[in-house]
């Protein structure tokens, strides 16, 4: 059984997690979300309900994929995503779907991939432009051959600053498990070593070429496979 770890219950992680489970059937899926559901999130993040309110996100959203796709073997963390953490959440990790809107989770978990040779999907949604990135460690670039480091704190608004376009959550979240799909199949992903970005209030889209940076130290700038891309 292949087992994916969804890093976030929220925009992303909602439809990406139904989606996994709807297409891979028997996957097991790990829901790691320290937090609660609150009303605010109930407009994007679809496997919650008025009555859950209150309540842990991992728990609500593994109920509720087991519902609704019975075949799904679903786990529930409560647990916040760091650097102490990640050895125990990563057991036995076929893909990790990073979802979470900090940069510090964002990049514990690309380091955490590198290191441990896990496939990594990242996705993000902010205002109307949204982004999806698949790390295959040791193979190809990493988010930090993009990024070198987090955004000192307070130069980048947050989601909850900035806001959200509700409807781009579920075309990136989608595009996050369809690359998961693709991974647990053998299959090429999409977009290793390209950062694809959505422009909603544009409507456009674009692919942008993140190549292996020889001093990266999370993946050690490994040279590019021949993968191509479909």
């Not at 509720?64 to 650097?83: D, K, M, Q, W």
């Not at 949604?125 to 480091?149: D, I, K, Y």
Request: hydrophobic residues 45%; charged residues 20%.
């Amino acid at each position: 059984m292949s087992t994916v770890v969804v890093l976030g219950v929220g925009g992303l992680g909602c439809p990406a997690a139904l989606a996994i489970a709807e297409e891979v059937r028997g996957v097991r899926l790990v829901l790691v979300d320290p937090d609660r559901v609150e009303r605010s999130n109930l407009a994007r993040q679809i496997l919650f309900s008025d009555k859950d309110v209150g309540e842990s996100k991992a728990a609500v959203a593994a109920r509720r994929l087991v519902e609704l796709v019975p075949a799904t073997s679903v786990e529930a963390r409560a647990l916040a995503f760091t650097t102490a953490t990640a050895a125990e959440l990563l057991a036995d990790c076929d893909v990790l779907v990073d979802g979470t809107d900090t940069f510090e989770t964002r990049f514990a978990a690309n380091d955490a991939a590198c290191a441990a040779r896990i496939p990594l999907v990242h996705g993000a949604v902010l205002g109307w432009r949204g982004q999806v990135l698949t790390v295959l460690a040791g193979r190809q670039s990493c988010l930090r051959c993009l990024f070198e480091a987090p955004p000192p704190p307070g130069t980048v608004p947050t989601c909850a600053e900035a806001g959200v376009f509700s409807p781009l959550c579920g075309i990136v979240g989608a595009a996050m498990a369809s690359e998961a799909a693709r991974l647990l199949r053998g299959a090429r992903p999409r977009w290793a070593a390209r950062l694809h970005q959505w422009d909603a209030l544009r409507g456009t889209e674009r692919d942008v070429a993140v190549p292996a940076d020889r001093r990266c130290p999370a993946c050690g700038g490994a040279p590019e496979a021949a993968l191509g891309h479909p």
